[in-house]
């Protein structure tokens, strides 16, 4: 107990406090930066579902998570089968698929602008000498969001890919030996053996890419400020309070809806997704 | 010596630290009403010694850095016993605006703050900011030294909360070179029904050029759409408000947003920018638009280095009004509550010095805002950018902007989310300028409305 009690302590300072004190700023009206606030229950929680943007943010959320996780997941494992082939310069391709990783989000965020911006971007450019007008990216609320989870899923297909190669070296070379011997294809030794193999990593993904795709603010906060066609829960909390309308404890509000989201999900995919993944 | 823990007893206890943990975490606000509004003690500002140090917060407007910079060494030359110190507080007003409200949770705050026409009223109203009635007295200056309509908009309550300090209009911004190959005149059209009628020839005389794509380019809907529009509304006889009354969806307003449309979807030859619509002037992908004054400067260095011209002229009007059609803007300084009666002297005198005669001038030749002391000698600038003679003129037939926007909590962004979908997704004018009265009137009732002082 000693012995962790340091570490204890920080969690409950620096990630317990901070999120009771958040579920109590959710119960109050307090605009930001004032000195005072009124005591509202349950009303941020009430005028947040009952209001006209909610099913708007709910949607979003929804369409940037599923495309980005499914997306990032589903090209990383395509990117980790060739990257685990025995291919010329392939450790060079490993390192350079997993750079985007670990850049920083506002630097993929002002590059990516840059391409897609419809005056001088290089994608207009490109499109410009085929003949062709250059969409509205920006401007147009359907493409903007297209265009941010196009960013994500490039930006974190590197680390799906990384994990998975790890996955895929860690099946036996024998399984597939021996089911090629026994004439099964490979889209069979894909199906049966590696699919299976590899669902703890894609379990351990599921995870890890949920998170932190509820959790994408960077990007969205650099390539759309005003949140027109992408404005996500997480993205939604951060205008209402620090944009112009300083509403503090409606913010907190939407923060603690994310938290909660975020805690059934984990929670019903470690009680029921779970169940599906072959450790062995 | 070690004791060991059971899983229950460590639950007990981690349940007992977070429960400890959930009534300290409860601070924050206070939530009895005590202590919000206007500060209401009165200091004998002659008793009080100016602290020696107090920091001034900034977005550098009009990439004032350096002019800023100048103007603080100027400052402690003349006051050496007080030390500035300049804080970058963000790209932008909003980002500024942030900064300053998230540090009212601590125990140190800057002490002068750039405060936008939108911000100013906000920080008024919920007490971050300090009136400076008396402080203006105790430094000797007189809010008559200010040009009347700037400084007046600063008033509330009875009080002064701010001296005007980066004050801009809009201005139009023209390629005179692209007139040119259209036939149209080398001017700035004096209303929006000229303008439409050179418009379509505009750009069929420069679609030819690599790049281009529109006569007008309305400017982009993130920055300040809502500032630009009240133009082209007020042209029309519409506006977002008059006073506290909400007039978007008035037949006025809905004609003025659906010729906006228009312009863009039905006659093809406007567009909206991306990102910024000065810099596609300044590419050369379209011929016209609208801009802060703040942009000036820039603007003509661009222009000169690439060997394009650029004109300048004030804002069109429209089929009910000529004038006055241009609504004012840009920031003013404020000072904080949250410090010392020490600091904020020492406050008020910089305040005052950075909005003097002589430093409304240098900041006005470095970027394009407009002067804001009656006093200030713009005639060396006007010999040097003839077209600041714009900016000053159009300043004595500004008008101060709807409430709607500058008063409204999240005004300015529900207005530019109506924008967004008139102008970029063809949505119906009348139906969204509805919705949107409807959602600021539940503001203004709901955040607004009570706080206001009868």
Redesign the interface.
Known sequence: MAFAAPNVILIILFTYRPLITNIYFSTLDWTLGAASATSVGLGNYVEFFSSPDAANVLGVTAIFTVTTVGGARALGLLVALALNQKLKGRTFARAVVFAPYVLSGVGVGLVWLFIFDPTYGALSWFLRSLGQISPQWVNDPKLALVMIIVVYIWKNLGYCAVVYLAGLQSIPPQLMEAASLDGATSFRRFRTIVVPLLSPTTFFLLITSLLSSLQAFDIIRIMTPSGNGTSTLIFDSYVQAFGSYNRAGYSAAISVVLFAGLLIMTAVQLRFVERKVHYS | M??E?SRKQ?LA??GA??GT??V?????????????GKPSASVDWSKIKPAASISFMSSHPGKSRDTELKLIESFQKAHPNITVNLITGGANY?EV??K???S?AGNEVPDVVVASD?WWF??A????ILPIDDLLKAVNVSSSDYVAGLISDYKYDDSQWAVPYARSTPLFYFNKDHFKAAGVPEQAPKTWAEFAEWAPRIKAANTSS??Y?NAYQYPA??GYAGWTLQNVLWGQGGGWSKEWDITADSEASVRALQWVQDSIVKDAWAG????NAIT?LQ?G?VSATISSSADLATTLKAAKEANMRIGVGFLPGGSASQSPVCPTGGSGLVIATKTSPERQLAAAMFITHMTNAQNTATLSAATGYAPVSEAADISAILSQTPEFATVVDQLKVTRTQDFARTFL?????EL??AA?RI???KADVKATLTDLKGTLEAIYTK?VKPKLKS
């Open positions: 070690s004791k823990y460590f206890v981690a630290s977070l943990l959930a300290a975490a409860c601070a924050g606000p206070s939530t009895d009403g005590s202590s919000a909003e605006a942030q300053f409200q998230t009212q939108v906000r920080y109203v919920s007490g971050t690599p790049g794509q809907i993130a909206v920018s991306s990102k596609d590419a992908a909590p999240g005004g300015d962004q530019a989310k967004t102008m970029n997704e955040d």
